[in-house]
């Protein structure tokens, strides 16, 4: 990057998964596509020799001398070939911050994130930079909408392009291009990084969250192969936030637990999740190549698969009495609700159909409010990855606790 450079900052969005979650650890087909929430992540160049990060949704305010930093003694000798996570290097950094093994405090796996991207990438010359790192997030923290993978792909696209290892997408003066977007290549090596940040925060992640956050749009993934699907039908979907915590690391290690357990019974049921996101994947197609005359008939479908798949999740132990609560809520109105991400709370989608009668929506929506659950209609299918050359002003206001000098 060129070394005139500044400031630069860099979003990333949220996902839902449609289908598919925890069976896409087992190497099946899942499908997620991107939402209309980001991170949004600021890094500028420090005058001293120290790194800071401000992560304030998870209350982490530090920064690091860089000459400590260099003292671990696992920093790699390949400037530009980004390290891969290993057990050695893990416990180093565990160490260097007297972090405990389990730890599954937010703060402390954004800060071993952090580090270990930060490590990993060096400039041509071998050097940690001073830089300072700010980080506003549109997504909840923990609640299966991927808020890990944007970080995570926020801070490899920015580390990656401030050490030169990727290029700046370009901007020409006079542009109405408001963001850039980094090549098929350069985006390939973003996620792959990225993927590496995200074992820190899920233990196995299969790398669909982070997939989604580099590309944007809907995937198709399976075994870490991403499909782009272009015909997928405008969905609506409701978003309800439990507000209950829970860790994607644990539960997908429980998952895990169970599977090895008993895999006469759980193997056939991850054949029925993919049967289920393969149905539904067919279901899309049919509703765009006839988009004008969708039938009914397709949504119904949809609804069944929202059902069954509900009911899939609800079998392997990922569900619990809030989300099945706001399965029933939602299913009185006449509406179908699976959950989404890791389970055992998190968030909730539910399927709209275009003719919902929106005053139908807006009851259903006060009834969840009104259980204490946050609830919101959202867009899917945004850009992923991006430079920002010029803030919207949406864009400013959010980001004005971020960025002192506009
Ligand atoms: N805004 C943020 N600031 C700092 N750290 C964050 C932020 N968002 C996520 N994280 C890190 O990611 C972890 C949450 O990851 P986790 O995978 O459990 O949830 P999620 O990504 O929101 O949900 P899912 O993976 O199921 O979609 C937090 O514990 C924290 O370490
Ligand atoms: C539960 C899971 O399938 C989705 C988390 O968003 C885990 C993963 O794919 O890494
Ligand atoms: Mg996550």
């Given at each position: 990057?060129?070394?005139?450079?500044?400031?630069?900052?860099?979003?990333?969005?949220?996902?839902?998964?449609?289908?598919?979650?925890?069976?896409?650890?087992?190497?099946?087909?899942?499908?997620?596509?991107?939402?209309?929430?980001?991170?949004?992540?600021?890094?500028?160049?420090?005058?001293?020799?120290?790194?800071?990060?401000?992560?304030?949704?998870?209350?982490?305010?530090?920064?690091?001398?860089?000459?400590?930093?260099?003292?671990?003694?696992?920093?790699?000798?390949?400037?530009?070939?980004?390290?891969?996570?290993?057990?050695?290097?893990?416990?180093?950094?565990?160490?260097?911050?007297?972090q405990?093994?389990?730890t599954?405090d937010?703060k402390d796996l954004a800060i071993l994130?952090?580090?270990?991207?930060?490590?990993?990438?060096?400039?041509?010359?071998?050097?940690?930079?001073?830089?300072?790192?700010?980080?506003?997030?549109?997504?909840?923290?923990?609640?299966?909408?991927?808020?890990?993978?944007?970080?995570?792909?926020?801070?490899?696209?920015?580390?990656?392009?401030?050490?030169?290892?990727?290029?700046?997408?370009?901007?020409?003066?006079?542009?109405?291009?408001?963001?850039?977007?980094?090549?098929?290549?350069?985006?390939?090596?973003?996620?792959?990084?990225?993927?590496?940040?995200?074992?820190?925060?899920?233990?196995?992640?299969?790398?669909?969250?982070?997939?989604?956050?580099?590309?944007?749009?809907?995937?198709?993934?399976?075994?870490?192969?991403?499909?782009?699907?272009?015909?997928?039908?405008?969905?609506?979907?409701?978003?309800?936030?439990?507000?209950?915590?829970?860790?994607?690391?644990?539960?997908?290690?429980?998952?895990?637990?169970?599977?090895?357990?008993?895999?006469?019974?759980?193997?056939?049921?991850?054949?029925?999740?993919?049967?289920?996101?393969?149905?539904?994947?067919?279901?899309?197609?049919?509703?765009?190549?006839?988009?004008?005359?969708?039938?009914?008939?397709?949504?119904?479908?949809?609804?069944?698969?929202?059902?069954?798949?509900?009911?899939?999740?609800?079998?392997?132990?990922?569900?619990?009495?809030?989300?099945?609560?706001?399965?029933?809520?939602?299913?009185?109105?006449?509406?179908?609700?699976?959950?989404?991400?890791?389970?055992?709370?998190?968030?909730?989608?539910?399927?709209?159909?275009?003719?919902?009668?929106?005053?139908?929506?807006?009851?259903?929506?006060?009834?969840?409010?009104?259980?204490?659950?946050?609830?919101?209609?959202?867009?899917?299918?945004?850009?992923?990855?991006?430079?920002?050359?010029?803030?919207?002003?949406?864009?400013?206001?959010?980001?004005?606790?971020?960025?002192?000098?506009?």
């Open positions: 990057m060129d070394s005139n450079w500044k400031r630069i900052i860099i979003s990333a969005p949220g996902k839902v998964i449609l289908h598919g979650e925890h069976a896409v650890v087992y190497k099946e087909p899942a499908i997620a596509a991107s939402l209309d929430l980001r991170s949004y992540l600021c890094v500028e160049k420090r005058n001293d020799d120290k790194v800071s990060v401000q992560f304030p949704d998870v209350k982490l305010a530090a920064s690091w001398n860089i000459q400590d930093l260099k003292k671990l003694s696992i920093l790699k000798c390949d400037p530009l070939e980004p390290q891969p996570l290993s057990e050695e290097l893990l416990s180093s950094l565990r160490e260097f911050t007297q405990k093994k389990d599954t937010p994130a952090f580090l270990y991207l930060y490590t990993a990438i060096q400039s041509k010359e071998g050097e940690l930079s001073p830089l300072d790192f700010k980080l506003m997030s549109q997504l909840p923290v923990g609640a299966g909408l991927g808020s890990s993978a944007s970080l995570s792909v926020c801070l490899s696209a920015a580390l990656l392009t401030v050490h030169s290892v990727i290029e700046q997408p370009c901007y020409t003066d006079g542009d109405k291009v408001i963001f850039g977007q980094w090549s098929a290549l350069h985006l390939e090596t973003i996620n792959k990084l990225a993927h590496q940040a995200e074992k820190i925060m899920h233990g196995n992640p299969s790398g669909i969250d982070n997939s989604v956050a580099t590309y944007g749009g809907a995937i198709r993934f399976q075994g870490g192969n991403i499909q782009k699907i272009d015909r997928i039908p405008e969905l609506r979907i409701l978003l309800t936030n439990t507000k209950v915590p829970r860790s994607t690391k644990a539960l997908v290690a429980d998952v895990r637990k169970k599977y090895d357990k008993y895999p006469e019974i759980f193997r056939p049921v991850m054949e029925s999740f993919r049967a289920v996101t393969e149905k539904a994947l067919e279901t899309y197609r049919m509703m765009s190549r006839d988009s004008i005359n969708v039938t009914t008939d397709l949504y119904s479908v949809l609804e069944d698969l929202v059902d069954i798949n509900q009911n899939l999740l609800k079998l392997i132990g990922v569900s619990n009495s809030t989300l099945e609560q706001i399965c029933q809520l939602t299913s009185d109105y006449g509406l179908h609700t699976k959950l989404t991400g890791a389970g055992r709370g998190g968030c909730a989608i539910t399927l709209l159909r275009p003719d919902t009668d929106p005053v139908r929506v807006e009851e259903v929506q006060d009834k969840l409010r009104s259980c204490g659950f946050d609830c919101w209609k959202t867009g899917v299918g945004g850009p992923g990855v991006v430079t920002h050359f010029i803030l919207t002003q949406n864009e400013q206001a959010l980001l004005k606790d971020l960025i002192t000098v506009l």
